[in-house]
């Protein structure tokens, strides 16, 4: 029996920032540990036809007279083919149209184009999700500083997506 490695997961996680990843084969499944900001981040390639954009805390300060004191241009790598980030985002879509993240539609009032994606560790004690627009991408982290669960039925799509699905409409 041929043994599915997690080399090329590892090698696509490695390029849209998120780093030092198990290799194991469940890593696929989300095992490892990522930062919202690195997973907002590496989400932000898929509406962005394959090309990774670093995070910046400041892209640029003008002074009083107008003139630019500091620009921080973003940064873009290609990570996948826009045909396969096209396909990523149609797949992204589809749990927000009729996933997990489908109370966005139904509950929330998102009506416009968006795609995304709910996360829940073990025992509750973290749920995220991170969805995009064809301008925004966002994510929501809920969880304790000290891990312990969060709630009952603490799934992503009920903590962290009435959250977004807010920020996103406003």
Known sequence: QQR?????IL???SD???RDLP???SLSLGTGLVTPLDLTAAFAMFPN?????????LTRVVDADGGVAYDNPARQDRVVTEAVAYQLVSMLEDVVDRGTASPARTSYGVRFPAGGKTG???D????WFVGFTTT?????GIGEDQPATIGREGYGARYALPIWSEFMKA
């Open 136 to 140: 925004v991408v966002a994510g929501v």
């Open 120 to 122: 829940t560790t073990d």
């Open 49 to 57: 036809g394959g090309l990774r954009v670093t995070p910046r805390a």
């Open 23 to 25: 290799d194991v084969p």
């Open 16 to 18: 849209v920032g998120l």
């Open 4 to 8: 599915i490695g997690s080399r090329p």
């Open 11 to 13: 090698r696509l996680a």
């Open 124 to 127: 509750f004690k973290d749920a």
